[in-house]
């Protein structure tokens, strides 16, 4: 995806299993991105990966679901992207 594109997000789908889903994801701070998304139990709470296909350039970020989002975990993914269009003549 690159800025411009267009996508079409399912927000009643908010599981992030299994891992790799692509997901309209929140962060803590309020800003919004398209993600991977992977999970697994740690310590009484849910890590939360969201992670890019270029990890190079934007690396996984890591929140738990508890202690960042009060256990909400619609306040951490906001639903699965379904569509993607891409416009390639900016390609």
Do not use: Q
């Given at each position: 995806?690159?800025?411009?594109?267009?996508?079409l997000?399912?927000?009643?789908e908010?599981?992030?299993?299994?891992?790799?889903?692509i997901?309209l994801?929140?962060?803590?701070?309020?800003?919004c991105a398209?993600?991977?998304?992977?999970?697994?139990?740690?310590?009484?709470?849910?890590?939360l990966?969201?992670?890019?296909?270029?990890?190079r350039?934007?690396?996984?970020?890591v929140?738990?679901?508890?202690?960042?989002?009060?256990?909400?975990?619609?306040a951490?993914?906001?639903?699965?992207?379904?569509?993607?269009?891409?416009?390639?003549?900016?390609?």
């Amino acid at each position: 995806l690159h800025p411009g594109d267009i996508v079409l997000v399912d927000r009643a789908e908010k599981a992030p299993d299994p891992p790799g889903k692509i997901m309209l994801v929140c962060e803590p701070d309020g800003g919004c991105a398209v993600k991977r998304v992977s999970t697994r139990p740690v310590d009484g709470d849910l890590e939360l990966v969201f992670y890019s296909d270029n990890s190079r350039e934007y690396p996984p970020r890591v929140f738990r679901l508890n202690r960042d989002y009060g256990g909400e975990l619609s306040a951490a993914i906001g639903g699965r992207v379904v569509w993607a269009w891409s416009d390639m003549t900016r390609k």
